[in-house]
């Protein structure tokens, strides 16, 4: 069983940064596909962006460029690097690990951009 753990949730206006943290158990940070999704009030949890073992990046198109995952392997931790929030980012936002079938979620942070 991993347990993740989010913090670094805040309103901001727009324009500003956040960063967001998620502390793992285990070695789910070295082994695992690590994730950050985001849910915006009413609508569907969505991916964010995804950090693999290796270190490979993806990111959601609405975040590219402005968003940076990454990782700290020896304190088995990831962080979201948010930069130019927009109102429209405002959502709970999820840590996520995937090994294998196995898929394990944080409880969720808030994060409110005011325009």
């Known amino acids: 069983q991993v347990q993740l753990v989010e913090s670094g949730g805040s309103m901001v206006q727009a324009g500003e940064s956040l960063r967001l943290s998620c502390a793992a158990s285990?070695?789910?940070?070295?082994?695992?596909?690590m994730g950050w999704y985001r849910q915006p009030p009413g609508k569907q949890r969505e991916l964010v962006a995804t950090?693999?073992?290796?270190?490979?990046?993806d990111y959601a198109d609405s975040v590219k460029g402005r968003f940076t995952i990454s990782k700290d392997t020896a304190k088995k931790t990831i962080f979201l690097q948010m930069s130019s929030l927009r109102p429209e980012d405002t959502a709970v936002y999820y840590c996520?690990?995937?090994?294998?079938?196995?898929?394990?979620w944080g409880q969720g942070i808030q994060v409110f951009v005011s325009a």
């Open positions: 996520n690990a995937r090994y294998l079938i196995e898929v394990y």
């Open positions: 285990g070695n789910a940070v070295s082994s695992s596909i």
């Open positions: 950090i693999t073992p290796g270190g490979s990046t």
